[in-house]
């Protein structure tokens, strides 16, 4: 498998996933190759599961790593059950609703029993959505990157759907490929466990979709970015507004010097 290579980290630099005990999907978006063969830097942007359930050593790791932002795309109720606060680091609820698991319940309400295929066209649906719906939630996102290149976690509860969108395009806008970008999130299911008791009102086929990532959801937002909006450039200029200018200071602020 050629991407394999994608998932260890080069000789001698950083890990890509980092020892915390109270998230499980925490890691570093550094060292894929970007615009002109520069890498992204590393430790500078990272992708996690939700952080209420860091230990003070996980704190302590998150310290020595500089974050100093973090970007929490949780809806209101899921943040409210999950709150925290962090020494140090500044926070910014870019709230995305409805989550996937809003909408799941809402379908089986209606007494229908969901399959395995539900659940893919409900997560294919969710990431459409994220493309028009949740637009200005990821314009802010690329605001706060232009306007600081402190160290930043983007999350969401489990650090898959909503922030696995927002990695993409951070990744792609910084000139990653689109299949080293496909490899990076799929990276979820090797890392991501499912906290106990979670969602047992469903059948567990539906679960294993719901709680883990296909290449399936990504394709379907990113084909919707290429069919309805004219692709990734026209996207962001017109979409997201972050136009040439600002494509090449993100480049400037985290790929490594040529």
Same mark, same amino acid.
């Given at each position: ?38 890498? /992204?830097?590393? %430790?500078? #942007? ?7 359930? !860091? &230990? $003070? @050593? +996980?704190?302590?790791? =998150? ?36 989550? /996937?698991?809003? %909408?799941? #319940? ?7 029993? !969901? &399959? $395995? @295929? +539900?659940?893919?066209? =409900? ?50 806008? !910084? ?84």
């Amino acid at each position: 498998m050629p991407l394999q290579q994608h998932h260890h980290t080069p000789s001698g630099g950083p890990s890509r996933t980092l020892p915390f005990a109270g998230v499980t999907n925490f890691r570093d978006l550094g060292g894929y190759t970007g615009h002109g063969g520069r890498q /992204v830097q590393w %430790r500078r #942007l990272f992708r996690s599961d939700h952080l209420a359930g !860091l &230990t $003070a @050593q +996980d704190q302590a790791l =998150l310290a020595n790593l500089g974050v100093a932002r973090a970007v929490d795309f949780r809806g209101r109720a899921e943040s409210a059950a999950n709150a925290y606060t962090l020494p140090g680091v500044a926070y910014h609820p870019l709230a995305i609703e409805p989550t /996937v698991v809003q %909408r799941a #319940l809402e379908l089986q309400r209606t007494g229908r029993q !969901l &399959t $395995a @295929q +539900d659940a893919v066209a =409900l997560m294919q649906e969710t990431y459409r959505g994220f493309v028009h719906d949740n637009a200005p939630r990821f314009a802010e996102l690329f605001r706060l990157l232009l306007a600081s290149d402190a160290p930043t976690v983007i999350h969401c509860t489990a650090g898959k759907d909503r922030t696995g969108f927002a990695a993409a395009l951070i990744l792609l806008t !910084l000139g990653v490929p689109r299949d080293v970008v496909m490899h990076d999130y799929l990276l979820t299911n090797a890392l991501y466990q499912r906290p106990p008791g979670m969602g047992s009102h469903a059948p567990e086929e539906v679960l294993r979709v719901l709680w883990r990532v296909q290449e399936d959801f990504l394709d379907a937002a990113l084909h919707k970015v290429d069919t309805e909006f004219g692709g990734l450039q026209a996207y962001l200029v017109d979409v997201l507004g972050v136009n040439a200018a600002a494509q090449r200071e993100l480049a400037m602020r985290y790929l490594q010097a040529a």
